[in-house]
């Protein structure tokens, strides 16, 4: 069974490739698609590029051209819900489109003709993925050291669950993300990719599931702090828990 490991940026899959066996390099949809065996296993990397649009192009690609049959999306969010801190990792249990508004014809948030406005990910992939963040060669504090962990805010970083939200915006505005916040209390974490993502598996009959590293606060603060969170924490994070995961997946 082939597993398809998306990202949107580059830092956040940097030197996995490589270690594929048998690794080939095809060029499809003007991007290009990283393809071999890791452990005997069939994997194909992809970075999806940026925003919804972008992210379904290519999760389509992965399920009709390189036959991906789970697909697990891995990167950054911002923070939105109280409890989640700079540092976090979320796991996304369920998607929404929070610039989805087709009303008065649907209701706020529901994808027209689908009748919903969540798309839930594979309980098996979700399960896996929270193994595998578990695990110690994953924690922050097993990469980083003590003037990294302050330099970021991060301290005693947590393993957490739930809805992920997606939209073609970089939210970076304290009153946006507050928004967000009142009209989606139980959002944990604010992104561009993934529900899209989960749509396309859901059409395709596809398990999927997500896991974001918490970059920011999706405040006045989110656009100082990505880029540097992205270099130096999330994208090392990232590439540490895809090889735990991987492992892990069944044939």
Avoid at 11 to 25: I, K, M, N, P, S
Avoid at 109 to 122: K, Q
Avoid at 188 to 200: G, K, L, R, S, W
Wanted: charged share 20%; aromatic share 6%.
């Amino acid at each position: 069974m082939t597993t398809a490991i998306l990202s949107a940026l580059p830092e956040e899959q940097e030197g996995l490739a490589a270690q594929l066996d048998g690794l080939r390099v095809v060029r499809h949809a003007g991007r290009d698609f990283h393809a071999g065996e890791w452990l005997g296993r069939p994997v194909v990397f992809a970075l999806s590029g940026i925003g919804k649009v972008a992210a379904a192009t290519t999760a389509s690609a992965l399920i009709e051209r390189f036959n991906a049959r789970r697909i697990v999306f891995t990167g950054v969010a911002g923070g939105l819900h109280p409890d989640v801190r700079v540092g976090d990792t979320v796991i996304g249990t369920e998607f929404l489109q929070h610039d989805m508004d087709a009303s008065p014809l649907f209701p706020r948030y529901e994808v027209p003709l689908y009748g919903r406005s969540r798309f839930a990910a594979d309980a098996q992939l979700v399960g896996l993925l929270l193994a595998a963040a578990r695990d110690p060669a994953v924690d922050a504090k097993s990469h980083f050291d003590a003037e990294t962990l302050a330099r970021f805010g991060i301290d005693a970083p947590r393993v957490l669950q739930g809805l992920l939200v997606s939209g073609d915006r970089f939210v970076s505005r304290a009153d946006e993300a507050g928004a967000l916040r009142a009209a989606l209390p139980d959002a944990m974490a604010v992104e561009m990719e993934a529900a899209a993502v989960a749509q396309v598996c859901h059409d395709h009959g596809v398990p999927f599931a997500a896991v974001r590293n918490i970059s920011d606060r999706a405040d006045d603060q989110a656009h100082v702090d990505f880029p540097a969170y992205l270099s130096q924490v999330a994208g090392r994070q990232a590439r540490a828990l895809i090889a735990a995961l991987l492992p892990m997946l069944p044939p």
